[in-house]
């Protein structure tokens, strides 16, 4: 069965402190690797894809990573405003019909 | 560029009541989702359009749940009657290819009393 694991589950961190997030993924037939960052009350924002293992992508303070069995979301010097969930979708499937299975999150707090 | 919408975004209702949700996805995407994440849950896939036609609806939890796409354009999700479980947050999506990012909505907030 299809599956997507993170962690941890939560992660408090102080201003400028690194660290990773990493999501696991046991699925049959990768289309594709999802990062996104949701902040309360809102809907999930698009933030990265990944396609096949050893791709690398950045946006400011975070880098994405993809492995053949996980993925791992690093935030080098974080600031408050980092803080958010950031959620894992794997996109999985055959021709026409593909489907998003998320894992649950890591909750993100970045203190001053 | 607008992006998704959704309405309302707080619903609250009895059980055994009716209720339907609105989505107006991004103009030109022809791919929309209906995702649903239960309290302290994943968000879990509902069903997939393309454009009007039903590509996957294996997440859709009942026959309680009815979605429509008319025209292509916005999409419809409709609870009826509704049930306790059925409360959580409804997120709509949409993207251009199959294999593009989606773009979600704020969501729906649905409380069944």
């Known amino acids: 069965e299809d599956q997507v694991t993170q962690s941890p589950e939560a992660l408090r961190l102080q201003e400028g402190e690194s660290s990773s997030l990493n999501c696991s993924y046991t699925?049959?037939?990768?289309?594709?690797l999802f990062w996104y960052r949701q902040d309360p009350g809102k809907g999930p924002e698009f933030l990265f894809t990944l396609y096949s293992a050893g791709e690398e992508k950045e946006k400011e303070r975070l880098k994405a990573t993809l492995t053949k069995k996980e993925s791992f979301l690093h935030i080098t010097a974080p600031k408050p405003e980092d803080s958010a969930t950031y959620l894992c979708?794997?996109?999985?499937?055959?021709?026409?019909?593909?489907?998003?299975?998320f894992g649950t999150g890591t909750r993100l707090k970045v203190l001053a | 560029e607008a992006g998704v919408t959704q309405f309302p975004s707080h619903s609250v209702i009895e059980k055994g009541q009716t209720v339907t949700l609105r989505c107006d996805p991004i103009?030109?995407?022809?791919?929309l989702y209906w995702y649903r994440r239960v309290m302290g849950k994943e968000i879990k896939f509902l069903l997939h359009f393309v454009k009007e036609s039903k590509q996957d609806e294996s997440g859709m939890p009942n026959n309680r749940f009815l979605a429509e796409r008319t025209g292509g354009t916005y999409s419809t999700l409709k609870v009826q009657p509704a049930e306790l479980e059925d409360s959580g947050v409804y997120f709509c999506?949409?993207?251009?290819?199959?294999?593009?990012?989606?773009?979600f909505g704020p969501g729906t907030r649905l409380t069944v009393l």
């Open positions: 979708a794997v996109q999985s499937g055959t021709s026409g019909t593909y489907k998003y299975i």
């Open positions: 999506a949409s993207s251009q290819g199959l294999t593009n990012e989606q773009f």
């Open positions: 699925v049959s037939g990768l289309r594709g």
């Open positions: 103009s030109g995407h022809d791919n």
